[in-house]
């Protein structure tokens, strides 16, 4: 089956590009992932460009994901020897391990530079991550200022921005990168229904669509404690369902409004917390061609 989303706009190119260029510049990388979706937020073109580089995934959004799963993500990279921590960058929750992570990583190499009689200098790391997962707002929380743009849409971040984080920590931060070629229409679905895909290039009632199947079967409870459906409403067929919904929260036949409330709740958690990437069942192709 042919995937029916995909975003790859000039300015994605670009960054890549800008990406690639900048690596010799930092010792580490940050690449922010979506707690909701750990494996499908890794952007594969990241890992081909910094394959030599340490690498540290942080994972925001823990809010919105199911805490068990979250759990279950770390304990996956720590036994795969990737560092990784996830935090909620609204409340600041885990913000602050992330000079406690990567200090170990690099103490060799900035311990050889001082012992060449380099003086001493900040850990340098470039921050990258899909759009909209939150990177920026990582960014602001590490240097306790609003220094990088941030907004709750794809494509905020235009241009490239060194910050201060600390005299331990300087970032370079790059605008969301997704990848040229999505390997399966669910990558594409899941990226959509988080957010990290702008809404002109995909259909709503397909996400939604999409959205409903993944939570009858995760939580079918918030369902109906939002939409205040009958166990009867969740014997409906997902189109049905859908329609069902719609009614319910009072938009009468247009679906597409209905789809669109659908898709804006899961992404604000008034649905329940949801994670659609299981580690239990990450395979090796998994991890190379998401």
Same mark, same amino acid.
Request: aromatic share 6%; charged share 30%; proline share 5%.
């Given at each position: 089956?042919?995937?029916?989303?995909?975003?790859?706009?000039?300015?994605?190119?670009?960054?890549?590009?800008?990406?690639?260029?900048?690596?010799?510049?930092?010792?580490?990388?940050?690449?922010?992932?979506?707690?909701?979706?750990?494996?499908?937020?890794?952007?594969?073109?990241?890992?081909?460009?910094?394959?030599?580089?340490?690498?540290?995934?942080?994972?925001?959004?823990?809010?919105?994901?199911?805490?068990?799963?979250?759990?279950?993500?770390?304990?996956?990279?720590?036994?795969?020897?990737?560092?990784?921590?996830?935090?909620?960058?609204?409340?600041?929750?885990?913000?602050?391990?992330?000079?406690?992570?990567?200090?170990?990583?690099?103490?060799?190499?900035?311990?050889?530079?001082?012992?060449?009689?380099?003086?001493?200098?900040?850990?340098?790391?470039?921050?990258?991550?899909?759009?909209?997962?939150?990177?920026?707002?990582?960014?602001?929380?590490?240097?306790?200022?609003?220094?990088?743009?941030?907004?709750?849409?794809? !494509?905020?971040?235009?241009?490239?921005?060194?910050?201060?984080?600390?005299?331990?920590?300087?970032?370079?931060?790059?605008?969301?990168?997704?990848?040229?070629?999505?390997?399966?229409?669910?990558?594409?679905?899941?990226?959509?229904?988080?957010?990290?895909?702008?809404?002109?290039?995909?259909?709503?009632?397909?996400?939604?669509?999409?959205?409903?199947?993944?939570?009858?079967?995760?939580?079918?409870? !918030?369902?109906?404690?939002?939409?205040?459906?009958?166990?009867?409403?969740?014997?409906?067929?997902?189109?049905?369902?859908?329609?069902?919904?719609?009614?319910?929260?009072?938009?009468?036949?247009?679906?597409?409004?209905?789809?669109?409330?659908?898709?804006?709740?899961?992404?604000?958690?008034?649905?329940?917390?949801?994670?659609?990437?299981?580690?239990?069942?990450?395979?090796?192709?998994?991890?190379?061609?998401?």
């Amino acid at each position: 089956m042919a995937v029916t989303i995909q975003w790859f706009p000039g300015h994605m190119a670009k960054a890549i590009r800008q990406f690639e260029e900048n690596l010799s510049l930092v010792d580490v990388v940050f690449e922010v992932i979506d707690a909701r979706i750990p494996l499908t937020s890794q952007n594969p073109e990241i890992r081909r460009i910094s394959a030599d580089r340490p690498h540290l995934y942080i994972m925001t959004k823990r809010d919105l994901a199911d805490p068990q799963l979250t759990n279950a993500w770390l304990q996956y990279f720590a036994e795969h020897n990737q560092p990784a921590i996830a935090i909620d960058a609204k409340t600041k929750f885990g913000i602050n391990n992330v000079i406690s992570v990567i200090s170990p990583i690099l103490r060799d190499k900035l311990q050889r530079e001082q012992d060449k009689g380099m003086k001493k200098r900040p850990i340098r790391a470039i921050s990258v991550g899909v759009p909209n997962v939150g990177k920026s707002t990582v960014l602001n929380r590490l240097v306790n200022r609003r220094a990088a743009q941030v907004g709750n849409r794809p !494509g905020v971040t235009k241009g490239q921005q060194w910050l201060k984080s600390t005299d331990k920590l300087e970032l370079l931060d790059t605008p969301g990168i997704l990848w040229p070629k999505f390997s399966s229409q669910e990558v594409a679905d899941k990226l959509a229904l988080t957010g990290a895909i702008k809404e002109s290039v995909y259909a709503s009632d397909d996400i939604a669509l999409f959205g409903l199947k993944q939570i009858r079967q995760l939580h079918p409870e !918030g369902l109906k404690d939002r939409y205040h459906l009958t166990d009867d409403d969740l014997d409906l067929s997902d189109v049905d369902l859908l329609l069902q919904i719609t009614k319910k929260v009072g938009m009468r036949d247009d679906y597409e409004r209905g789809s669109n409330r659908i898709i804006q709740d899961f992404r604000a958690g008034k649905i329940g917390r949801f994670t659609l990437d299981d580690p239990e069942t990450v395979s090796d192709d998994d991890q190379a061609n998401n």
